[in-house]
């Protein structure tokens, strides 16, 4: 780089802090014989019958935009999808966007929803770009803190201790990447009375929601009075294994979705017509190959934990997505420490807590989307690497 | 049949050679549970067996060839097709029998040596049988899927990148 080279970057995108995934994977890839447990997506390919009926749509033709919300058809059965699944009525004509994938419609939700100022309550350990994203739209992330203690679960009293006056948004995730966390419903309710007292929108990313695996999964915006404030996100990406489709959903109040839809139509027009097609297959016909993968991700999440627990890990059992996230306090390292000297020494990589935020910080995450063959090896390789630290 | 059960026979159909420690914790049993539920399902014969699936096409010194036959066959009065089915799987070249609905009634499945043995099978022991009216015999060119399994070299490659958010 030159020592001339002006800086044109905005100052508030330098200020930007660059992802700490970015440097394992770096680290990792450079390497051979990596097992990686660092990976946030299925280890699934996407159901044969998405990926046919997405070629067929090619076949005949469908290769034009689709509406700025997205295909009719599509938004016609996410309503009947939500309805059935998630106990929630959204009207296709005005409360339903189809995004390109679910980190854009929380960039929307952000940028139709905050004024330059406004607060974000979020909780951590969180996916790496809501920080980012709420402060790109000129808003301020408050971050409160989730803990073990808790099983990792945001008590209702947190968060109401961080509301000011400043405070417009309160952003959700459950089933929590990369805490595998659940809230229940009743936890739910708590923290939407605090919400409603304080007349708080939710954000509630429920990219996981299909992956969840010892209860019935509740939508915050099922919670009764919680409809209208709510903006639920979430995507075809987790539960079909369609990660690189890029395909995603908000749903909410009809002027939101309306500002949400003004500022998608300026900047992307419409999300993918060949992936809206495959996702059409996937609500329609889709439930056999989730059902098929999320028995699967159990017993995977069963096996990993008791192995971890087993090594001398202390680690909750996580109620859904696939992640699960053992502590390492026990061994005096750090995560970043941890992370490295696992990988260098045994070849397995994993993501060290403190990239999803300081409270992350003594914590990793272990992803368990990946064959149990892998599982079983990077076991094996992270109990021998256990015994060399003690 | 209870849910365990179920999700036991369903992780063995994959993979045979789990051992019952590894599937104990992934269905959130004992291993000694697990023991005694494969046990009595093999009593009940619900297991029948443990194999192997080869590709035998990358065992450069086999020789084998793959046959499908459709036999129509007239059914023996009070037996039914049981009879003559099991006049055909008796014979140990003949691999798989169903019987199906439509334009025939038996399909047979067999292996042999060299297309002349299966047609020796065919025209001594198959065609012979009283009940058979007809044989039409079709020869496997080449196994793409069986028993759910594709037969391609590195179909597991994972294609994700080695971390992501």
């Given at each position: 780089m030159s020592t001339y080279e002006k800086n044109y970057i905005a100052d508030h995108v330098n200020e930007l802090k660059p992802s700490g995934i970015r440097k394992f994977f770096d680290l990792a890839s450079k390497m051979e014989n990596v097992i990686s447990l660092g990976v946030g997506e299925p280890d699934f390919v996407t159901p044969w019958n998405v990926i046919e009926a997405s070629y067929h749509s090619l076949e005949r033709g469908y290769t034009a935009y689709t509406a700025?919300?997205?295909?009719?058809?599509?938004?016609?059965?996410?309503?009947?999808?939500?309805?059935?699944?998630?106990?929630?009525?959204?009207?296709?004509?005005?409360?339903?966007?189809?995004?390109?994938?679910?980190?854009?419609?929380?960039?929307?939700?952000?940028?139709?929803?905050?004024?330059?100022?406004?607060?974000?309550?979020v909780i951590e350990p969180s996916f790496?770009?809501?920080?980012?994203?709420?402060?790109?739209?000129?808003?301020?992330?408050?971050?409160?803190?989730?803990?073990?203690?808790?099983a990792f679960k945001v008590q209702a009293e947190q968060i109401e201790k961080a509301i000011t006056s400043k405070t417009k948004a309160l952003l959700i995730?459950?089933?929590?990447?990369?805490?595998?966390?659940?809230?229940?419903?009743?936890?739910?309710?708590?923290?939407?009375?605090?919400?409603?007292?304080?007349?708080?929108?939710?954000?509630?990313?429920?990219?996981?929601?299909?992956?969840?695996?010892?209860?019935?999964?509740?939508?915050?915006?099922?919670?009764?009075?919680?409809?209208?404030?709510t903006i639920l996100i979430s995507g075809f990406s987790k539960a079909f294994a369609m990660t690189g489709w890029r395909l995603g959903y908000a749903a909410g109040p009809k002027s939101i979705v309306e500002a949400m839809?003004?500022?998608?139509?300026?900047?992307?027009?419409?999300?993918?017509?060949?992936?809206?097609h495959g996702a059409l297959e996937a609500l329609r016909n889709g439930k056999g190959s989730v059902l098929e993968m999320k028995t699967s991700y159990r017993?995977?999440?069963?096996?990993?934990?008791?192995?971890?627990?087993?090594?001398?890990?202390s680690c909750h059992l996580p109620g859904g997505a696939f992640y699960v996230f053992p502590s390492?306090?026990?061994?005096?390292?750090?995560?970043?420490?941890?992370?490295?000297?696992?990988?260098?020494?045994?070849?397995?990589a994993v993501v060290p807590g403190n990239v999803f935020g300081e409270s992350g910080e003594g914590y990793i995450r272990c992803s368990y989307a990946t064959s149990m063959k892998q599982l079983t090896e990077a076991m094996k390789r992270m109990r021998r690497f256990m015994e060399k630290l003690k | 049949m209870d849910e365990k059960e179920m999700e036991l026979l369903r992780i063995l159909e994959k993979n045979g050679r789990l051992d019952t420690e590894t599937i104990a914790s992934m269905i959130e049993v004992k291993e000694e549970e697990?023991?005694?539920?494969?046990?009595?399902?093999?009593?009940?014969?619900?297991?029948?067996?443990?194999?192997?699936?080869?590709?035998?096409?990358?065992?450069?010194?086999?020789?084998?060839?793959?046959?499908?036959?459709?036999?129509?066959?007239?059914?023996t009065r009070g037996v039914g097709f049981d009879h003559v089915a099991e006049r055909i799987y008796r014979f140990p070249e003949v691999k798989a029998l169903y019987l199906m609905s439509g334009a025939y009634d038996l399909s047979?499945?067999?292996?042999?040596?060299?297309?002349?043995?299966?047609?020796?099978?065919?025209?001594?022991?198959?065609?012979?049988?009283e009940s058979v009216v007809s044989t039409t015999t079709h020869f496997v060119l080449k196994k793409y899927k069986h028993d759910g399994v594709i037969f391609q070299d590195k179909d597991d490659d994972d294609k994700r990148m080695m971390v992501t958010p």
């Open positions: 700025n919300a997205g295909l009719w058809e599509l938004r016609k059965e996410l309503s009947v999808f939500l309805e059935a699944n998630y106990q929630v009525a959204y009207n296709p004509e005005d409360q339903l966007l189809v995004t390109v994938g679910a980190s854009q419609a929380i960039d929307l939700a952000c940028r139709a929803i905050l004024n330059p100022g406004d607060e974000v309550i790496v770009s809501y920080v980012p994203t709420i402060r790109l739209a000129g808003g301020v992330p408050v971050i409160v803190e989730a803990t073990e203690e808790h995730c459950s089933p929590n990447n990369p805490t595998g966390a659940v809230l229940s419903k009743e936890e739910m309710e708590q923290i939407s009375e605090v919400a409603k007292a304080h007349d708080l929108i939710v954000f509630s990313d429920e990219i996981y929601a299909d992956l969840i695996y010892d209860e019935a999964f509740t939508s915050f915006a099922s919670i009764p009075g919680m409809i209208e404030r839809t003004k500022i998608h139509q300026y900047t992307i027009m419409c999300a993918s017509t060949m992936a809206q017993q995977r999440r069963n096996y990993v934990v008791k192995a971890l627990q087993e090594m001398g890990l390492i306090k026990s061994t005096g390292l750090d995560s970043e420490a941890f992370a490295e000297a696992l990988l260098e020494d045994q070849r397995v | 697990v023991k005694k539920m494969i046990e009595k399902l093999e009593q009940e014969c619900a297991i029948l067996g443990y194999s192997t699936l080869i590709n035998w096409a990358k065992v450069l010194t086999h020789q084998g060839v793959t046959a499908m036959i459709e036999v129509k066959v007239t059914p047979i499945t067999v292996e042999g040596q060299t297309m002349m043995e299966i047609s020796r099978f065919v025209s001594d022991k198959l065609s012979t049988l």
